[in-house]
Structure formats: C-alpha cells, structure tokens
C-alpha cells in the first residue's frame, strides 16, 4: 500500500536526494519500507488512513532535513580534494594577479570564473563553498594590503562560474543518469 | 532530550542495540525510543544516514531481507563494530563518571 501523501514524500525525497548527487535507489527503497511499516503500526493502533500517513512522515523528519543528512555524512574524500584543487586555484590566480610582469586581468577573471566552474562540474555539492576557495584570496589580499574591501565584489565571477558548473553537472546527471 | 546532544551519542546507542541482534532500521529506532522511556526521540530519517556510514566504516553490515511481505534492510554487527562498541562504552563510562563527580551526581 503506497498512498499519496508516502508517494508524494518519496517524490520529493528522491529530488532532494538528486540534487545532492546522492540518487541511490537503495535509499528510497528503504525509507519506503520505514513508512509504510509506520502506516501499518498506525493503522493497527485505530488511526484512520490519512492520519497514520501523516503520523509516519511527521515521524520520519522533512524530505530536506533527511537529504541534508545524507549530505552531511557523505562528505567524502572527494568532496575535500575538490576543495584543496579550489584553493590551489585560487592561489594560484592569487600569485599571478600579483606578479608585477602581470598585467591581464581579464585572464584573472576567466580563471576565476572557470577555476570554480571546473570544481562544482566536478561534482563539488556546495557551489558557493567552491566559489569562496577559488575566489576569497584576491580580495583578501587587496583588504590585506590597501584596506581595499571593494575587491570583494570580484567575488562574484567565481560565484556566477560555480553556479554554471554546478547547473552543467545537473544537466548531465539528468542527461546520464536520470532521477 | 536536546536532538544535537543526542547525535553525538548516536553511533554508539546504535551498535549497542545492535550488539541483541540484527535489526532493520524500524525496529531499530523503536528499540532506541523504547529503551528510552520515549526520551530517545530522533527525526526517523535522520538515522538511516548514520546507518549508512556506519556500514561504510565497516562497523556494521547489511543484507536485504525478502522473507517479509515487504523487502526490509537488516543491519548487523561485524567484529569491528563489536570492537568499537566495546571501545565506545569504555569512553563513555570515563566521560559520563567525569561529568557526575563534575556536576555532584
């Protein structure tokens, strides 16, 4: 018996899951057999459909908060080596942009800009994580140096470059492996 | 019981109750809200993850039940997960007797 209210949460479990990079069919196979278990004790202790329902995805915690939890222990290796390559990115532009022989800023911004799209379409989950690591140390330096805090504004091409990596590795996760 | 402080705690209540028998995760977390007097009270999904970890960590190890009317995940202790339980209850009787002299329990 799988009704709507269970179907709805497996649904949106499921995108939530997704938009993680977490998809795994085990995972939804297994919380769908918690909840209707929970139907099940529900409905065997008096209560009317619609109430056990609601009583076993009360129970189970938000298709968000579950998803985040997931998230939260699986911040795997991976996920720290995608940080350590952004930071080195970042320092690395960070070096160049002060090299005194250096004089092409537009270089500096593409390499922001594609330093974070690279990690997030690498599969980087946390876009704006992605952008601080590359894009935080320019404007550091500034700030360091002249009090300069205007520089924060560059910021926002790694920002712009690590929500279009991140888009681009949803598209071809639909692309490749649909939800 | 603050839901933070008890996810701290939450691997080693885990392995303890599967130390009686393997379980799958509904009966796992009643025989966590029952041992408890109903003080053990988690969002249920909350902790599948943990589950999960677990078992990538080796402690414990899982095999899908099909004699049921549904397919049901049923988690077990492995040796490591005995060993750690064993290490776990230890730290806690150090810590737990720390903070009852501490506060005058």
Redesign the interface.
Known sequence: MKTNLVRNYLRALERDLWLRGLSDP??L???E??L???VEQGLRQGLDGAAAEQRAVE????AR??AN??E???MDGMQKVLIVIAVLIGLFLTYMDASPHWDDTGLIVGGLLLGAALVTLLGQRRPWLAALAVGVWIPLRYIFLSQDFSMLLVLLFPLAGAYIGWAAHLVVRKTFHPA | MNNEALKGHLDLLLLAVLVDGPAHGYALIEALRQRSGGTFDLPEGTVYPALHRLERQGLLGSTWSEDAARRKRVYQLTIAGREALAARRDEWKKFSGAIDVTVGI
């Open positions: 085990e995972i196979a297994e919380v057999s918690h209707l278990e929970t129970r189970f915690g938000s908060l579950v939890s997931f939260n222990e699986r």
